[in-house]
């Protein structure tokens, strides 16, 4: 058989293929001659075949059938052979397949071999692919050459050892006697290997970690002597002297000084040197700077130093590498909430960053900027975030309209700056809003009493003619029918007043509800908001009138119910209109004797905690009550009845009825519940068919002790309860979510379920951020019907984003006391 072509032969070849196919041909080729001379076991050119192999399989092409002629180079007396073996083994071998066992006595007795290179290139294979049953039969020989006085052989017993421990964490103690004399070593590659080995150790035992404490001063000395060491061409790397070992030493050093004050402590002076000494001008001294950085914020180091720490990063983020600048700007990130005044220093370099043209860059500085905003720069920060929102990608616009929000509410110096930035945010981004921006703006403007006349002109000069921003849409079309008689008047102080008829105002809301931009509950509020100024105009009823007659016959059933009953409202109840329509009265935002506060939404009462946007006409999706039941599990659970009829927004009228449930409103007395549903709807022949000025609940708390739902992760739940006046069988349970650690929990959802002998009814919450020290609460209430007067008991599920994770958990409550349910 003739001699099979060379290495580098079949390289030149396959390069000269011009397709692939051209090539697949020449590898099945040679491929088919490896496999006869593999049959014919010719151990003259094995290592030339493995080779060749070796490098079909560097191509993707399949090469296992050479694993067998692998263990049989390792077992050959030649080094070069034993080379190619093991770099196959390490290729084509690992601990999924029982071949590789094969290889362990081989690898014992080159750890014994009298040459060091063959001992390296075992250790070297084991620390690669060995599994946990290699790494326990050859664990005594790593710790015998990691004993040796062969700085080769150490280094790479060092590494092995890794690879040991983290396959068998239960043998670290074997290599323990021996790391005590590692870090004396003066060759740098069995320092830098130790440091690895320490590292490892240290980190998956705190045994081990305490124990390793006490190197800390030589850890030092050996930083030390890297900097002020003079030139080594050996070690330096553009000037710096073995930046991988310092990179690696600093890496220990944060490890042991984390939560140890005199660890800390014995690192201070070092940690100062390196930031002040390490030269910036190349990556190289960029890299040990940042290890330095995270270093100093991990361990428990001094003020002084944390600020030059925080000073290097400012450094960074002048840095024309885009990487430097992305590393700088999310350790700010991190160190914000314990360093803020340091960082403030750099505030103007980080808001400089939003301006950058990398995406990822523009993110990290818009996160860091709202965290840098507090009440005394709010004016000047707001300003910059406002034009960034201008003119940033869409993909920005959400996360930053919410970030304005949260400040603007926060810190807003007055009224008048919190609603005209709120104003600013919809007419810039007002389709990336969050859904309950609308209501909150509402809640705001409705609270602000003296801000009323301003605020629906600057609203309606803010629309004309423009309806494609529709929360802002929204918005300026319920302030014009609570507040149009104003707009008309031209009682504006705050500015210069214009002057609109009512005609013209009216012109307004028909082509908001005729135009292709809005969208049914835009429709809706428009409708709401000239049925509103049939009180407030005078001129202008009998076109009021007639358009509210027009929409009794439209396709949209949202629209057309509204029209309807406001037809019936001018026929039939034309002397309640008045009082039904008058103004909306300031909105409180907490309850303080009650579990439930009466907001009103477009002349209606909705007693939902500060609800006031309209959801979507269409049916709402149940699969959150369904994800509940089926993760909670079990049949005998009920689900959540929504609060709100699905086909109806909130400012619908009908939604009273279905949401005060056995309330009767014409006035007679309640109607008793029906035990299949809860709550039993009394509904008269109309919704104002008599209205009943009977309280919901009782006035006095009925002495029922209140109860710690759960309490977990700095998250407390508190249930305190109440029994309805109308139906003693209901029990009203407001909850209280208090956040005791140092960040906000944020979209906070809680969630109940009941046995099906209940029925329970969840209002919406007050909020979906529960603040951070215990300096606010989310409430939340939930009706319960007990006509079986059965214990109550009830599961819980708990979902909110903590610490940039999303947490879950589950939860039972058990522990209801008797009156609540007796």
């Given at each position: ?684 022949p109309f919704l104002l068919d008599g209205l009943s000025s009977q309280p919901l609940f009782n006035d006095i708390a009925t002495g029922i002790p209140s109860i710690t739902a759960y309490s977990k992760n700095g998250l407390k739940i508190e249930f ?103």
């Open positions: 058989m003739p001699a099979p072509i060379r290495l580098r032969e079949l390289i030149r070849t396959i390069r000269t293929a011009r397709t692939q196919a051209e090539e697949r041909e020449m590898i099945q080729k040679e491929c088919a001659a490896i496999r006869s001379s593999f049959r014919e076991e010719d151990n003259t050119y094995r290592c030339r075949n493995v080779a060749k192999l070796l490098y079909m399989h560097m191509l993707g092409y399949p090469a296992h059938f050479g694993q067998l002629e692998c263990l049989k180079l390792i077992a050959s007396q030649k080094f070069t052979d034993k080379r190619i073996g093991y770099l196959g083994a390490m290729l084509l071998l690992d601990e999924r397949q029982d071949v590789h066992l094969l290889m362990t006595n081989c690898i014992k007795n080159d750890l014994n071999h009298s040459t060091q290179y063959v001992q390296g290139l075992a250790l070297c294979t084991l620390g690669c692919m060995g599994s946990s049953e290699m790494c326990r039969d050859l664990a005594g020989e790593v710790e015998k050459l990691l004993k040796t006085s062969n700085s080769y052989l150490r280094k790479k017993a060092a590494l092995c050892a890794v690879h040991v421990i983290r396959k068998v964490p239960e043998l670290m103690e074997m290599f323990l006697p021996a790391t005590k004399n590692l870090l004396n070593e003066k060759n740098h590659g069995v320092l830098h290997t130790s440091v690895v080995l320490l590292t490892e150790m240290c980190e998956r035992s705190p045994d081990m970690l305490a124990h390793f404490r006490k190197l800390v001063p030589q850890l030092v000395r050996i930083l030390k002597n890297l900097i002020m060491s003079g030139y080594s061409p050996e070690h330096d790397v553009s000037g710096i002297s073995d930046p991988f070992l310092q990179v690696r030493i600093l890496r220990l050093l944060r490890i042991l000084g984390r939560n140890d004050d005199d660890s800390s402590e014995a690192m201070n002076d070092i940690l100062a040197q390196v930031a002040t000494n390490t030269e910036t001008s190349k990556n190289v001294g960029n890299a040990i700077l940042y290890e330095t950085v995270l270093t100093i914020m991990d361990i428990k180091s001094e003020s002084g130093l944390r600020v030059l720490a925080i000073n290097i990063l400012g450094r960074f983020l002048l840095n024309n590498d885009k990487n430097i600048r992305y590393v700088a700007l999310t350790s700010l990130l991190k160190t914000v909430q314990t360093d803020h005044n340091a960082v403030q220093r750099h505030r103007s370099t980080i808001v400089d960053c939003l301006k950058d043209l990398d995406v990822s860059i523009k993110r990290r500085a818009m996160e860091l900027s709202f965290a840098l905003v507090n009440g005394n720069n709010i004016r000047g920060m707001m300003k910059e975030l406002l034009y960034f929102l201008d003119s940033c990608e869409p993909e920005f616009k959400a996360d930053c309209a919410s970030g304005i929000f949260l400040a603007a509410e926060k810190y807003a110096p007055s009224k008048r700056w919190h609603i005209d930035t709120i104003m600013r945010v919809l007419t810039t981004a007002g389709s990336y809003v969050r859904d309950d921006a609308v209501p909150n703006l509402i809640q705001l403007i409705t609270n602000s009493v003296e801000m009323h006349a301003y605020t629906v002109q600057r609203l309606y000069k803010a629309i004309l003619g423009d309806y494609s921003q529709q929360p802002l849409v929204q918005v300026a079309a319920w302030c014009i029918g609570e507040y149009g008689d104003l707009l008309v008047s031209g009682q504006c102080e705050e500015e210069e007043p214009i002057q609109v008829t009512e005609d013209e105002v009216l012109d307004i809301l028909e082509s908001v509800l005729i135009s292709n931009m809005s969208t049914s509950v835009t429709r809706g509020y428009a409708l709401t908001a000239i049925m509103k100024l049939s009180t407030r105009f005078t001129c202008t009823v009998n076109r009021i009138k007639k358009v509210v007659s027009i929409y009794g016959s439209s396709i949209d059933v949202e629209l057309q119910q509204r029209a309807v009953e406001y037809n019936a409202l001018f026929k039939k109840y034309d002397h309640m209109r008045s009082a039904l329509l008058e103004r909306m009265p300031v909105m409180e935002k907490v309850t303080t004797n009650g579990p439930t506060e009466i907001v009103q939404t477009n002349g209606e009462t909705d007693p939902t905690p500060l609800e006031t946007k309209p959801p979507p006409s269409g049916p709402q999706p149940t699969s959150q009550a369904n994800d509940l039941l089926d993760l909670l599990g079990g049949n005998d659970i009920t689900p959540v009845i929504p609060t709100a009829p699905t086909s109806k927004p909130a400012s619908a009228g009908g939604e009273l009825l279905d949401l005060l449930g056995d309330i009767n409103l014409t006035g007679a007395p309640a109607a008793a519940p029906a035990p299949a549903s809860v709550p039993q709807i009394s509904q008269p305190t309860f109440e029994r309805s006046n109308t139906n003693p069988s209901v029990t009203v349970i407001t909850i209280q979510a208090s956040n005791s650690t140092e960040l906000d929990m944020t979209d906070f959802v809680f969630q109940a379920a009941v046995p099906k002998t209940f029925q329970l009814q969840l209002l919406s919450p007050s909020s979906s951020i529960v603040p951070a020290f215990n300096t606010g609460t989310i409430t939340q209430v939930i009706k319960v019907l007990n006509p079986q007067k059965q214990q109550l008991r009830m599961r819980i599920k708990l979902t909110y984003n903590h610490k940039g994770s999303a947490m879950q958990d589950l939860a039972e409550v058990n522990n209801f006391p008797p009156q609540s349910w007796q």
